[in-house]
């Protein structure tokens, strides 16, 4: 049976809670919690916390399951691939930057005060993490620790073949989950 590491879980698990109560609560939880841009220059409702507390609101159910979904598609193999502790400050280091990304847009746009919420920041930043170690993968199945070759990094649209590429030397993303493996076709 397939069993979800433990990082990955309790992310699940927090978000589904934090969801939960913000519906028990009627969404009270959106003013102190979300991320507040900055209207027209200033900090209105904005405060530190709410770089990372923003990761774990959500605006509807279908918002809080697709998140979800790509944190477990996703997320799984690579805390599997990378460790718990790596993969973890990797998740908040994605979900904190993608908060200042919005508030350097939000200046830069110069819009009105708004609330971000959401744990897309941080997926998008495993789908990163997974779709470079999966592209190096398709070619030569690289890890962080394994020495593969200076091109081995290269888009994997941009590479043709890679002299590694034998089953037996592709350790890093080998799951039982061979539908992930498809864009590989395309290389």
Request: charged share 5%; aromatic share 14%.
């Given at each position: 049976?397939?069993?979800?590491?433990?990082?990955?879980?309790a992310?699940?698990?927090?978000?589904?809670?934090?969801?939960?109560?913000?519906?028990?609560?009627?969404?009270?939880?959106?003013?102190?919690?979300?991320?507040?841009?900055?209207?027209?220059?200033?900090?209105?409702?904005?405060?530190?916390?709410?770089?990372?507390?923003?990761?774990?609101?959500?605006?509807?159910?279908?918002?809080?399951?697709?998140?979800?979904?790509?944190?477990?598609?996703?997320?799984?193999?690579?805390?599997?691939?990378?460790?718990?502790?790596?993969?973890?400050?990797?998740?908040?280091?994605?979900?904190?930057?993608?908060?200042?990304?919005?508030?350097?847009?939000?200046?830069?746009?110069?819009s009105?005060?708004?609330?971000?919420?959401?744990?897309?920041?941080?997926?998008?930043?495993?789908?990163?993490?997974?779709?470079?170690?999966?592209?190096?993968?398709?070619?030569?199945?690289?890890?962080?620790?394994?020495?593969?070759?200076?091109?081995?990094?290269?888009?994997?649209t941009?590479?043709?073949?890679?002299?590694?590429?034998?089953?037996?030397r592709?350790?890093?993303?080998?799951t039982?989950?061979?539908?992930?493996?498809?864009?590989?076709?395309?290389?």
């Amino acid at each position: 049976m397939f069993a979800m590491p433990p990082v990955t879980q309790a992310l699940i698990i927090v978000n589904v809670l934090v969801f939960m109560l913000q519906l028990a609560t009627g969404n009270q939880l959106i003013g102190p919690f979300a991320l507040w841009t900055f209207g027209g220059g200033q900090a209105s409702n904005f405060h530190v916390w709410q770089l990372v507390t923003y990761g774990f609101l959500h605006g509807n159910l279908t918002h809080l399951f697709f998140n979800m979904l790509a944190l477990f598609m996703f997320g799984s193999d690579i805390e599997r691939l990378w460790g718990p502790r790596r993969y973890l400050v990797y998740y908040f280091a994605c979900v904190v930057s993608a908060a200042l990304a919005q508030l350097a847009v939000s200046v830069l746009m110069s819009s009105g005060s708004y609330p971000t919420i959401g744990a897309s920041g941080g997926v998008f930043g495993v789908l990163l993490a997974f779709g470079m170690m999966s592209c190096a993968g398709w070619s030569c199945y690289c890890s962080p620790r394994s020495q593969c070759g200076p091109g081995c990094w290269l888009p994997c649209t941009v590479r043709s073949s890679c002299s590694w590429g034998s089953p037996a030397r592709r350790p890093a993303l080998r799951t039982s989950r061979t539908w992930a493996e498809w864009p590989g076709a395309f290389c």
